[in-house]
């Protein structure tokens, strides 16, 4: 089944081109099914470009999706257009009152940033607290994931003394878990970040699950099965040529700037790189929407009210 999204959405043009089945909105109510819904709260500068990667691995999934694409309600985007953002994105204060099978939380620019700093800090709280009553399955990338474990169990994060950036190989921790089936012992991952969370700081109560990790940048995905998160610190998600747009940026702001490891063929930044972590990101994203198929309840009015009747 298709991904439905806006029809004039940029990025349904690119997933046509490539092949993925995008529904148009006056076809899909025509079904008598109901489609999983999700929403993507994209905190990253590209907004364009984020919604096209994460909307392409969606919708490769069998089942129908609907894609709600959501921002910071005060926030205003300096690298999106107002019309963009005015035409496809609705404020976290207008959806807070609707409830989802699943919620995904982008990476931000903020990173090196005391979190109690970020301008939107207080209300990024509010949803990580709404995603216990309102989805029934959040999924949270880079900084994202780093802000929900210090929010809900106080881990910290820690500037590196450089960036970690390029392509790295993973280890597979837990062949077992359904997130990460069809996985290979050892697959390679995208990776861009200044910080990072350190697996001592992980509380022993926490419920905490360790899914992936390298040893050269560490921590890479954890499952957190008490609060039904799935929290991924790299960029499975990332186009093929994303870590050399990044490259080239930084090489502007700063000639001396290091080349992604492991990325370019022959570390020759005018050679295209080849990408290896396709695969693993189809599986990681289908595999997430099968649990939330396979376990969110029938009625979107259900989710959430086992954990608020916890909470009286």
Request: with cysteine; charged share 25%.
């Amino acid at each position: 089944m298709p991904i439905k999204i806006p029809d004039d959405l940029p990025a349904r043009r690119i997933l046509e081109a490539e092949g993925v089945t995008v529904m148009r909105e006056v076809d899909a109510v025509r079904q008598d099914i109901r489609p999983l819904r999700i929403g993507l709260l994209n905190l990253m500068p590209n907004k364009i470009s984020t919604e096209t990667q994460l909307a392409r691995l969606i919708g490769a999934t069998p089942l129908q999706v609907e894609l709600t694409l959501v921002r910071i309600t005060n926030h205003v985007a300096r690298n999106t257009s107002a019309d963009h953002m005015a035409s496809f994105y609705r404020p976290w204060a207008d959806v807070r009152g609707e409830r989802f099978d699943g919620f995904i939380i982008t990476g931000a620019p903020v990173e090196r940033l005391p979190f109690e700093a970020v301008a939107y800090w207080n209300e990024i709280r509010d949803i990580l607290d709404w995603t216990q009553s309102h989805v029934h399955h959040c999924l949270t990338i880079c900084w994202a994931a780093q802000a929900a474990l210090h929010h809900f169990h106080g881990i910290p994060k820690y500037e590196l003394p450089k960036k970690a950036f390029g392509v790295f190989e993973h280890q597979n921790l837990v062949p077992t878990s359904p997130y990460l089936r069809g996985f290979s012992d050892d697959f390679a991952i995208p990776v861009s970040r200044w910080t990072e969370v350190r697996r001592q700081d992980i509380p022993s109560n926490s419920g905490l699950v360790v899914v992936a990790e390298s040893e050269e940048t560490g921590l890479c995905l954890l499952e957190d099965p008490p609060r039904r998160s799935l929290h991924m610190f790299n960029h499975l998600e990332y186009d093929t040529t994303t870590l050399a747009d990044e490259y080239l940026r930084d090489v502007s702001d700063d000639s001396r700037a290091p080349l992604p490891r492991n990325y370019f063929p022959g570390d020759d930044p005018s050679r295209r790189p080849p990408n290896s972590w396709r695969s693993h990101a189809h599986l990681l994203f289908g595999n997430w929407i099968n649990e939330l198929y396979q376990t969110t309840p029938f009625n979107l009015s259900s989710i959430g009210l086992s954990a608020e009747a916890k909470r009286r």
